[in-house]
């Protein structure tokens, strides 16, 4: 079955400073990968996705995302962290042909002042 | 503004009662998804219907049932209601079959209390 990992529940960052929130995938054949962002008290948005191409995506906000197929890790990059990124982070891999997620437990991003 | 619109947005009830969630997709989405949101289980995928067919199924208990209507608008029942049942539920759509796409939209939640 597809998985993924986020092994931080949380990663503490001062704004100006970069951000990295790891994501480790577990597939079998080629990985659909995803970052979702969810605000408090809001539903989950889509940031990024890796399908095939470039090992390097760029999504939303900023944010962009590295796959690394050696080390099986997804992790989601942004070069300068901003007070308004703090928020909950899912990493998400399509499990079969219809688009199902399955989502990591989630990694809370907190920057500070 | 997703464009999936869940309600209700919060409801509140006692166990063992039974409550319907509706969800209405992006307009030209096919697929519904559930999932549920709870401190202890992170996000749970529910079930998936596609153009008013279930296609996939996740750890949905089986007091919970959810249909897609020929209008694509969809409601997951929560019946027997336990205390444990207390979550966010979240419907989310997309356009299917997508091979290269893949991306959900997600509605609000609907935010259950089960007292």
């Known amino acids: 079955a597809q998985s993924v990992a986020q092994p931080e529940d949380q990663v503490n960052v001062a704004e100006g400073n970069p951000l990295t929130v790891k994501c480790t995938y577990s597939v079998s054949g080629n990985p659909y990968l995803f970052w979702y962002v969810q605000y408090p008290n809001r539903g989950l948005q889509f940031l990024l996705k890796?399908?095939?191409?470039?090992?390097l995506v760029k999504g939303s906000y900023g944010f962009e995302a590295e796959f690394n197929k050696s080390q099986t890790s997804f992790h989601l990059k942004k070069p300068s962290a901003l007070v308004s990124d703090s928020a909950l982070y899912f990493c998400a891999v399509r499990d079969g042909g219809y688009n199902k997620l399955i989502f990591g437990a989630g990694t809370r991003l907190a920057v500070h002042p | 503004d997703s464009g999936v619109t869940q309600t209700p947005k919060h409801l509140i009830t006692a166990t063992g009662q039974r409550v319907t969630l509706r969800c209405s997709p992006r307009s030209g989405d096919l697929s519904v998804y559930w999932y549920q949101q709870s401190l202890d289980q992170g996000l749970q995928f529910l079930i998936q219907?596609?153009?008013?067919?279930?296609?996939a199924k996740g750890n949905i208990l089986e007091r919970f049932s959810a249909q897609q209507f020929p209008d694509l608008h969809s409601e997951l029942n929560l019946s027997s209601l336990e205390l444990g049942d207390s979550a966010l539920y979240f419907c989310?759509?997309?356009?299917?079959?997508?091979?290269?796409?893949?991306?959900?939209?997600f509605g609000e939640g609907s935010r259950l209390t089960v007292l």
């Open positions: 890796y399908i095939t191409g470039d090992n």
């Open positions: 219907y596609y153009n008013g067919e279930e296609r």
């Open positions: 989310a759509s997309s356009v299917v079959p997508a091979p290269s796409s893949g991306e959900l939209f």
